[in-house]
């Protein structure tokens, strides 16, 4: 199993970054024990400026073969903490690799969208793909806590 954040644009050494890092490495120690390997982050960049089709492109040549694919976008599910745990332990025990999606500036395009799995959202506004990943990656530790009983998650 793999667990994989596609992402558009690259992070430079800033706060974000930190924060991704921290909660990326949490998440690897607490899953190790669950079966839940380290997270990979590819990034993609489109430097012609082509818009989130350019974008999709990029996207799709980065997706592993067969994996489940989750996008986050805006109009996506509103999944609860412990929803979003119980569906990454059922893809962890189904052996499926995962990868996660975070569109540019404009989204992911309408047909690489309408490939995903699932799609969900952590809130109706919109949020900078930099703290759409710092979100992605605490709600990531955060799964791991739960599936593990930590106390971290409070009902």
């Given at each position: 199993m793999k667990i994989t954040i596609i992402a558009v644009g690259r992070?430079?050494?800033?706060?974000?970054?930190?924060l991704i890092s921290d909660y990326l490495g949490r998440f690897a120690k607490t899953g190790r024990s669950l079966g839940l390997p380290?997270?990979?982050i590819v990034e993609i960049e489109d430097k012609r400026g082509g818009g989130m089709e350019a974008e999709a492109t990029l996207i799709a040549r980065a997706i592993p073969d067969g994996a489940v694919l989750v996008a986050l976008d805006e109009r996506g599910e509103q999944p609860t903490s412990p929803q979003f745990a119980s569906r990454l332990a059922e893809w962890r025990d189904g052996a499926r690799d995962i990868?996660?999606?975070?569109?540019?500036a404009d989204g992911i395009a309408p047909e690489l969208?309408?490939?995903?799995?699932?799609?969900?959202?952590?809130s109706?506004?919109?949020w900078p793909h930099m703290l759409a990943r710092v979100m992605l990656a605490e709600q990531l530790y955060r799964a791991a806590t739960i599936l593990a009983g930590s106390p971290y998650h409070r009902d």
């Amino acid at each position: 199993m793999k667990i994989t954040i596609i992402a558009v644009g690259r992070l430079r050494k800033s706060p974000e970054l930190a924060l991704i890092s921290d909660y990326l490495g949490r998440f690897a120690k607490t899953g190790r024990s669950l079966g839940l390997p380290p997270v990979q982050i590819v990034e993609i960049e489109d430097k012609r400026g082509g818009g989130m089709e350019a974008e999709a492109t990029l996207i799709a040549r980065a997706i592993p073969d067969g994996a489940v694919l989750v996008a986050l976008d805006e109009r996506g599910e509103q999944p609860t903490s412990p929803q979003f745990a119980s569906r990454l332990a059922e893809w962890r025990d189904g052996a499926r690799d995962i990868t996660f999606l975070i569109g540019g500036a404009d989204g992911i395009a309408p047909e690489l969208r309408a490939r995903t799995d699932w799609q969900i959202s952590f809130s109706r506004m919109v949020w900078p793909h930099m703290l759409a990943r710092v979100m992605l990656a605490e709600q990531l530790y955060r799964a791991a806590t739960i599936l593990a009983g930590s106390p971290y998650h409070r009902d």
